[in-house]
């Protein structure tokens, strides 16, 4: 049996120096969906059936993006997020997102 193959889990944070990849959900319904092997976060909308795309005109949402570097990750906290990719001027390198605290963190692959 892979490693991958282990249930889904849910925890109260993400673990300081994890590779796995994660659910965030928010208090506003935004879930952020963060692959940390792979570096890279999509937000999404939890409608309370299922994912779906959001239409609240936050930049390249739905899209895959380039996760430079997160702040501490926990339930009932903010998630302070940088990202690439997200302006369409050159001279911007990077923008900050910062949620509505957390509500729950599911781990989605265990790496």
């Known amino acids: ?3 991958d193959a282990e249930p889904a889990r849910f925890l109260d944070e993400i673990p300081s120096g994890s590779q796995a990849s994660f659910r965030v959900r928010t ?6 969906e963060l692959d940390l092997r792979a570096q890279t976060a999509r937000r999404l909308r939890w409608d309370g059936e ?28 903010h998630l302070v ?15 900050v997102r910062r949620t509505t605290p957390v509500v ?3 781990e989605i692959s265990h790496r």
């Open 1 to 3: 049996m892979g490693e």
């Open 27 to 32: 208090a506003s319904g935004a879930t952020y």
């Open 50 to 77: 299922r994912l779906e795309m959001p239409s609240d005109g936050l930049r390249h949402d739905g899209e895959v993006l380039p996760l430079l570097r997160f702040e501490r990750c926990r339930v009932g906290e």
């Open 81 to 95: 997020l940088l990202l690439a990719g997200v302006s369409d001027d050159p001279r911007i390198m990077f923008t």
């Open 104 to 106: 729950s963190i599911l």
